[in-house]
Structure formats: structure tokens, C-alpha cells
């Protein structure tokens, strides 16, 4: 048997700036077919003597939220597990 399932993750990025510094916030979420919903979050700062390379500042936020979903996952991973199994698993 083979069974496709889709999971679909959305990023939504914005920036702030205030005089010569910036802070880039970026959210991903994850929406499953199932009914899981994640929100994961990452921010990135300009420092004031960086060229101002706005690409940089979506880079790293983005994989900071990812990072932050990718943990989220983990977690209930675990804690699927051990509702399972009744064996804790530790991410």
C-alpha cells in the first residue's frame, strides 16, 4: 500500500527598521492534513555596520523559524511515542 500525505508550510516575513538598524521576524507554519498546526518564529538583527543586505536578514530568520518548527516536531514526536508506547523518548 502507498499513501501520500501533503503537509504545507507557510512563511511569512517582515521587516523593521529603524534608522540604521533592522530586525527581520520570519513565522513558518505548518498546517497538516491530519489537523497539526505548528508555529515556529526566528529573528534576525542588522548590526549597524553590516551593508544592508536585506537577503541575508530573511536567510537567517527563516531558518531560525525552521529550526523552531523542526524542535515543535520533535516534541510531539516524543511525545507520540511515548504515549505508544509507554517508553519515553527523548528528542
Sequence with gaps: MHTTKRWNVDILLSEE???DRSRTM????LDAEDGTSLRGHGMAQKNPIDS??????????VSRALSDLARQL???ASEDISDNT???WLP
Excluded at 26 to 29: F, L, S
Excluded at 52 to 61: F, H, N, Q, S, T
Design 74 to 76: 520533535r516534541l510531539a
Design 52 to 61: 544592508d543586505v536585506p537577503e541575508i536578514g530573511d536567510e537567517l530568520a
Design 26 to 29: 520570519a513565522e513558518v507554519g
Design 86 to 88: 509507554s517508553t519515553p
Design 17 to 19: 527598521t529603524e534608522g
